[in-house]
Nanobody, 123 residues
Framework: QVQLVEAGGGLVQTGGSLRLSCAAS????????MGWFRQAPGKEREFVAG????????DYSDSARGRFTISRDNAKKSVYLQMNGLKPEDTAVYFC????????????????RGQGTQVTVSS
């Protein structure tokens, strides 16, 4: 059974930065794409960023592109999300998830997800 545990969330002021990490245990990590998603209260789940199995391909939502950077370290079975220039609208629970494919596809391909870490951006 694969477990994903996020860390790095917190309270930050507008314009600040946070680096989220997601550590995987159990199962295979390096052959699958990974993604970061977020969900704010009263809003639908939203794709934030994804990275292919080898890290060669990344994808971002329009709101994340240019401010966030996703990366992974297969040796450490970890994926990261560097978030810069944070805005109040970025406030949400962020969770990482593992696709059952080597490339980034749709949420239908998500097999495992973590519990999430809260990110709060104050204005």
């Amino acid at each position: 059974q694969v477990q994903l545990v996020e860390a790095g969330g917190g309270l930050v002021q507008t314009g600040g930065s946070l680096r989220l990490s997601c550590a995987a245990s159990g199962g295979t990590f390096y052959t699958y794409a990974m993604g970061w998603f977020r969900q704010a209260p009263g809003k639908e789940r939203e794709f934030v960023a994804g990275i292919s199995w080898a890290g060669r391909t990344t994808d971002y939502s329009d709101s994340a592109r240019g401010r966030f950077t996703i990366s992974r370290d297969n040796a450490k079975k970890s994926v990261y999300l560097q978030m810069n220039g944070l805005k109040p609208e970025d406030t949400a629970v962020y969770f990482c998830a593992r696709y059952n494919t080597p490339t980034i596809t749709s949420y239908d391909a998500i097999v495992y997800r973590g519990q999430g870490t809260q990110v709060t951006v104050s204005s």
